[in-house]
């Protein structure tokens, strides 16, 4: 079985629930059901990593401190990259290398994400060009100032343009769910629900 690598970009004044809710998803994620599945990975579908400019401790918003698994430059090739919000994307949106990586780690996924204010860094490596998007109500507008040609979507929660992009914090699980449904069926994201005991009601649009 082949696996699906996860990328997920952490950095300082992430917000904590942008990064761990889809970890928690594509990492419970197995296509054998029931409890006993999960003490194993032998039908994970996903391996899900967090990575980020150094390994150095990251600094999460709350104070909690995440040891990133992968540098850049040591990073495995990723599948699925998530970029996720926080406060800490407003200071990474004039940081050049962290969009010009994104744009790279982008360029050879097979499915870009965002979760939050996620979505201004994918705008700012210009991944969102003509496509709808969301993000954190907060930022909205900002992400329309960012470039005015994506097609902003204010009362959704996921969307779905080729790049799928999610409102705020809790609604990246959301994200995490809709990739997990199309790429491994209804039934077995349904099951991951279950198993986590999250009440799946959104589907992107």
């Known amino acids: 079985m082949k696996r699906h690598a996860v990328g997920i970009l952490i950095f300082d004044e992430v917000e904590v629930l942008d990064f761990a809710g889809p970890f928690e998803v594509f990492s419970r994620t197995r296509l054998v059901p029931g409890a006993d599945s999960r003490r194993n990975d032998d039908s994970a579908p996903f391996d899900v990593f967090t990575v980020a400019r150094t390994r150095d401790v ?19 090739l990723i599948d699925i990259l998530v970029i996720p919000g926080g406060f800490g ?24 994400t965002s979760v939050c204010t ?5 705008a700012k490596a210009g991944l969102l060009t003509g496509r ?8 909205l507008d900002l992400l329309a100032a960012l470039d005015p040609t994506i097609q ?5 929660r996921v969307v ?7 409102a705020g914090v809790s609604a990246g699980i959301d994200m995490a769910f809709t990739i997990v449904e199309n790429l491994c069926g ?12 999250y009440p799946r009601a959104v589907t992107a649009v």
């Open 132 to 139: 709808r998007a969301t993000t954190h109500w907060a930022g």
């Open 160 to 166: 779905s343009d080729v790049v799928v992009t999610s």
């Open 118 to 122: 996620g979505a201004l860094l994918l």
């Open 58 to 76: 990251v600094k999460a918003i709350g104070g909690l401190r995440v040891v990133p698994d992968y540098a850049w430059g040591h990073a495995p």
């Open 89 to 112: 994307t407003r200071a990474l949106l004039k940081d050049s290398p962290t969009i010009e990586w994104i744009r790279e780690a982008a360029a050879s996924a097979s499915q870009v």
């Open 186 to 197: 209804r039934a077995v994201a349904d099951e991951t629900a279950r198993y986590i005991e």
């Open 152 to 156: 902003i979507e204010r009362g959704l």
